[in-house]
C-alpha cells in the first residue's frame, strides 16, 4: 500500500521549533518532489515548502522564509520540515505531498499524508 505518514507535530510555545517527518512506504521518494502543505482552522490549504528528487532545488513561502528548512535522505524515504522561531500563525495541521516539480500547488501533488497537528501558544 501506498502512503505517505506525517509525524513531528505537537504543541509548542511561540518562539520554539518542532522537526516535521514525511515517511513514505510502498514507494520511493528518489524521483519525486515533495511538499509540506499546512491548512489551520476554517483555512484553505496554503504551501509552506517543497523540495526537487535531488534537493537541488528549495521553495518556501514568503511567510515562512528565514524560519523553516526542508530537507530530505532519500535513503530514508523520508523529507523533514525544520521549524524555528514558531509563531501562533503557524498554528495548523501540515500535510506532505509527492509530485513530480517543486511548486507551490496543492493541485500538483497526487499522494498525500493524513497530516500532523501543530500547535504554537504565545
Known amino acids: 500500500q501506498v502512503q505517505l505518514v506525517e509525524s513531528g507535530g505537537g504543541l509548542v510555545q511561540a518562539g520554539g521549533s518542532l522537526r516535521l517527518s514525511c515517511a513514505a512506504s510502498g514507494l520511493t521518494f528518489k524521483n519525486a518532489a515533495v511538499a509540506w502543505f499546512r491548512q489551520g482552522s476554517g483555512k484553505d490549504r496554503e504551501f509552506v515548502a517543497a523540495?526537487?528528487?535531488?534537493?537541488?532545488?528549495?521553495d518556501y513561502a514568503d511567510s515562512v522564509k528565514g524560519r523553516f528548512t526542508i530537507s530530505r535522505d532519500n535513503a530514508k524515504n523520508t523529507v523533514y520540515l525544520q521549524m524555528n522561531s514558531l509563531k501562533p500563525e503557524d498554528t495548523a495541521v501540515y500535510y506532505c505531498g509527492l509530485g513530480l516539480t517543486p511548486v507551490a500547488m496543492a493541485t500538483h501533488y497526487h499522494i498525500w499524508g493524513q497530516g500532523t497537528q501543530v500547535t504554537v501558544s504565545s
Open positions: 523540495i526537487s528528487w535531488g534537493a537541488v532545488t528549495k
